[in-house]
Each structure stands twice: as structure tokens, then as C-alpha cells.
């Protein structure tokens, strides 16, 4: 069965300081998808990353990074010198390679960046 | 391009009442889905559909109808509606099951629904 896990229910930091949100996953596929996505404070869902099973580079966006560990099944996502607009909770997901129309999401984490 | 739209954005029901939530995309994206948000609980799965007249259930269908009859919309049937029911629904759609793509899952804004 598949499931994605995201320990962290909630994080709290100051502006500037960078931050790690964990996602762990656990799948029978050798070929699957992982995804992170954001939800703000107004709610809709704002994708951010897809990343496939063969492919464990780290990725980097502006702030945003993300680090792929198969070994560890861990799909991390670290913010760098957080913002308050980064304020929002944060979905891991998982897919199988060939049914990405179904997603399995985390419970989430919601980050709060304080001034 | 609007791209994934649902309508109402709030609705309120009472306990055995039925209504429809709509969702529509013009992107001509083949794989639609519903989900619901419910807290601490993420987003769990409803129904989904693979393209006009083909839709196959999710991981918590109960309570809910859905149908298909063109590309662009996907209506979600709430039959009898339920306190249990009381939640965010999530409409979201994909361009097709393609690996070797980027296709990714486009959610629209959301409908909140109570049920008293």
C-alpha cells in the first residue's frame, strides 16, 4: 500500500531562518511520482515540484530546494531564508508512474513564518 | 485559459438534502478528480475519471455520485447529504497518463460545504 507521512504537524520560525519540511513515503512501485504542493492562507493548491522515481538530483528553485533520498524514502523540502509570504501549509503526495490522476497526500505541515 | 473552475465556492445543506458541485476545465485535459480536505487528514481521494464516460472510484467514495458525459466537466453528486460530508472539496485535473510528461495535477479553488 502506499502512504506518505509528514511527521511535522507544525513549524514555527522567524524570518530568514531556513527551514526543512520532512516527507517520508512508503510504496511497492519501483516507478512512481512524488510531489510537493502548497496551500496559503486563501486555500487553493499551488504545485510546486514533480519529480519521478530515477531521478535522485536535488533540486533547487530560487529559495525552494528539495532532496530525494530513495535510501531513506524521503522526499525533504528545505526553504531558504524563509519569508512570512511562505506562510502556508505544505502537502507531500506520491503517485504511481502510470495513475498520476490519483494521488495519496500527506496530512500536511503547516509552516508559520513570523516577522 | 480559466483553467480548473468550481462552482459554489460555499455551500451550506442540511442533513439529507442533495446537490451537485460542479467542476469544469478548458484545458482538455483527459483525468479529472475529486477530492476532499478534511483537517489533519490531507487530501483523500473520492472519484476519479480516465475520459469522458469512464470514471472509477477512490479511496473514500461512499455518499457520492459521479458521471462524465464530456471532457471538460466533472459534476461530484452529493446523494444525501451527511454532517460527515462537511468538508473542502477539491476538483483536480490532468493532461493524461504520460510518465515520460510533466503533466501534473491542476486543482481548481475549492468548494467549502457544511451539512447541518
Not at chain 1, 531562518?17 to 517520508?24: G, W
Not at chain 2, 476532499?36 to 472510484?57: C, E, K, N
Request: hydrophobic residues 30%.
Amino acid at each position: 500500500a502506499q502512504k506518505v507521512t509528514q511527521a511535522q504537524t507544525e513549524i514555527s520560525v522567524v524570518e530568514k531562518e531556513d527551514v526543512t519540511l520532512d516527507c517520508v513515503y512508503e510504496t511497492r512501485d519501483t516507478t512512481y511520482y512524488l510531489f510537493w504542493y502548497k496551500q496559503p492562507p486563501s486555500g487553493e493548491l499551488v504545485f510546486l515540484i514533480r519529480r519521478n522515481s530515477f531521478d535522485e538530483q536535488n533540486e533547487i528553485s530560487g529559495r525552494y530546494s528539495w532532496n530525494f533520498q530513495k535510501s531513506t524514502s524521503s522526499f525533504n523540502f528545505t526553504i531558504t531564508a524563509s519569508q512570512v509570504v511562505d506562510s502556508a501549509v505544505y502537502f507531500c503526495a506520491l503517485s504511481e508512474a502510470d495513475n498520476t490522476d490519483k494521488l495519496i497526500f500527506g496530512t500536511g505541515t503547516r509552516l508559520q513564518v513570523f516577522p | 485559459n480559466a483553467g480548473v473552475t468550481q462552482t459554489p465556492k460555499f455551500q451550506v445543506l442540511k442533513t439529507g438534502q442533495s446537490m451537485t458541485l460542479q467542476c469544469a476545465q478548458d484545458m482538455n485535459h483527459e483525468y479529472m478528480s475529486w477530492y476532499r480536505q478534511d483537517p489533519g487528514m490531507g487530501l483523500r481521494l473520492i472519484h476519479y475519471s480516465v475520459g469522458a464516460g469512464i470514471t472509477d472510484q477512490g479511496e473514500v467514495p461512499n455518499g457520492y455520485n459521479v458521471s462524465r458525459s464530456t471532457t471538460e466537466d466533472f459534476p461530484l453528486r452529493l446523494l444525501s447529504a451527511a454532517p460527515s460530508q462537511t468538508s473542502v472539496y477539491f476538483c483536480a485535473s490532468n493532461i493524461g497518463r504520460n510518465p515520460t510528461s510533466t503533466d501534473t495535477q491542476y486543482f481548481g479553488p475549492g468548494t467549502r460545504l457544511t451539512v447541518l
